[in-house]
């Protein structure tokens, strides 16, 4: 199951985060939100990797508490780029695109980590392993031949899918076929 789909986070001014999903009560952002919090520092990694690179130094005397230490930096993430509620533009939406947000933070424009870990640059460049999903997905590979192709799952296949979109700003699957076909 997808995590980070249609997600919208607000920040208040007690520093606690809460996340709404569609279909679910609003919850406050915690420690024990593990599922969330691995989904969240995958694509901080993947898809920002100066800004993982620069929570990870910043967070790293936790380290031995490991989930501490992803909560911290995904909190901080979250924080950094998402905070007002709006009901009509999700945080995340359903292609896992980030939607930064100006958050009012009293060290916009002086903080150290602005364009790092606050509105950070995404990696725009695919992975090794991207690269060999769209290729397959250009030769006309359905999710599960290409997963079966590759011996990694069906979601796997789908977060790189995600990701390649991202990446290239794009929006479908079929954007992707028509890209990396050998046809042209």
Not at 13 to 25: F, I, L, N, S
Not at 166 to 180: E, G, P, Y
């Amino acid at each position: 199951m997808k995590m980070l789909d249609r997600i919208e986070f607000y920040n208040c001014p007690d520093g606690a985060v809460y996340v709404k999903e569609p279909g679910k009560a609003v919850y406050e952002y915690s420690q024990s939100c593990r599922r969330l919090t691995e989904e969240m520092m995958s694509s901080i990694r993947e898809l920002y990797p100066d800004a993982y690179k620069a929570l990870a130094e910043l967070y790293s005397k936790n380290e031995r508490n490991r989930n501490f230490y992803e909560y911290n930096i995904v909190y901080r993430f979250i924080r950094c780029n998402f905070g007002e509620y709006d009901a009509l533009n999700y945080d995340i939406d359903k292609g896992d695109r980030f939607h930064f947000e100006d958050v009012r933070c009293p060290l916009r424009g002086e903080c150290r980590h602005e364009g790092v870990i606050c509105k950070p640059k995404m990696k725009t460049a695919l992975s090794p392993r991207e690269s060999e999903v769209a290729q397959l997905l250009g030769q006309g590979l359905s999710r599960q031949e290409i997963a079966d192709e590759l011996y990694i799952s069906i979601c796997t296949v789908a977060r790189h899918i995600d990701n390649i979109k991202n990446r290239l700003d794009i929006k479908t699957t079929a954007q992707i076929v028509s890209r990396f076909s050998k046809d042209d």
